[in-house]
């Protein structure tokens, strides 16, 4: 089945304990993305990869990392989480179609509390 | 740059009447434009798409956009909710000076009452 799978799904953590969330998808996609979501902001995008060590800052990248080693997987690193990283994460990866951003696939979400 | 600002937070509609979420758009280059749902505790999928092609635009579940460049919208319509449609809604941009890089609207959440 084509999925992006994410992990951990819910995690609760206490300030500067470094943590990552998982991303993998089975789609063959050259293009992820990871989103947090707060409400009343929308999605909000901290970082994607358009491929293999190929990563490029969103909006709100502050205080996270990503590598892309291998195409499938995208990681989340949070090297020194605070209070303010309190959200629900979202992986999503796509195929670009003719140099366009296309579908996009999304995860089941991380919901992350940092205590 | 891009932006999205989607016009209504909360629309509220009966079963069996029509539905308008309501979305502008800023955007220096030829842009892509996405609806998608989220229902409660569930990702996020796909409704429908523009990427240069038609201006009206079909999706799933009986749901269609009108891309219209003079006004900067790309507003979301269903003739007839159904209860299934009560979740939240985001109009998404992204453009072909980066393309990477894509902006969501704050959401619209759908109440559908019987």
């Known amino acids: 089945e084509a999925q992006v799978t994410q992990n951990p799904r819910y995690l609760i953590t206490v300030t500067g304990k470094k943590l990552t969330v998982t991303c993998s998808q089975n789609?063959?996609?050259?293009?992820m993305s990871w989103y947090r979501q707060d409400p009343g902001l929308g999605l909000r995008q901290i970082y994607y990869?358009?491929?293999?060590?190929?990563?490029d800052k969103g909006d709100v990248p502050e205080g996270y990392k990503v590598s892309r080693k291998e195409k499938r997987n995208f990681p989340l690193i949070l090297e020194s989480p605070s209070p303010n990283q309190t959200s629900l994460y979202f992986c999503?990866?796509?195929?670009?179609?003719?140099?366009?951003?296309?579908?996009?696939?999304f995860g089941p979400g991380t919901r992350l509390t940092v205590l | 740059a891009q932006s999205v600002t989607q016009l209504d937070s909360h629309v509220s509609v009966s079963e069996g009447t029509p539905v308008l979420l309501r979305c502008n758009y800023s955007?220096?280059?030829?842009?892509?434009l996405f609806w998608y749902v989220q229902h409660p505790n569930k990702g996020l999928q796909l409704l429908l798409k523009?990427?240069?092609?038609?201006?009206l635009v079909k999706g799933i579940n009986g749901f269609e956009a009108e891309f219209k460049k003079s006004e900067t919208s790309f507003h979301l319509t269903k003739p007839s909710a159904h209860m299934s449609d009560a979740a939240e809604y985001f109009c998404?941009?992204?453009?072909?000076?980066?393309?990477?890089?894509?902006?969501f609207g704050a959401g619209t959440q759908v109440v559908v009452t019987p």
């Open positions: 990869s358009m491929n293999v060590e190929v990563t």
């Open positions: 955007s220096s280059y030829s842009p892509s």
């Open positions: 999503a990866s796509s195929f670009p179609v003719g140099g366009r951003t296309d579908t996009q696939y």
């Open positions: 998404v941009v992204s453009d072909l000076e980066s393309w990477g890089k894509l902006q």
């Open positions: 523009y990427t240069s092609a038609a201006t």
């Open positions: 789609m063959n996609h050259e293009y």
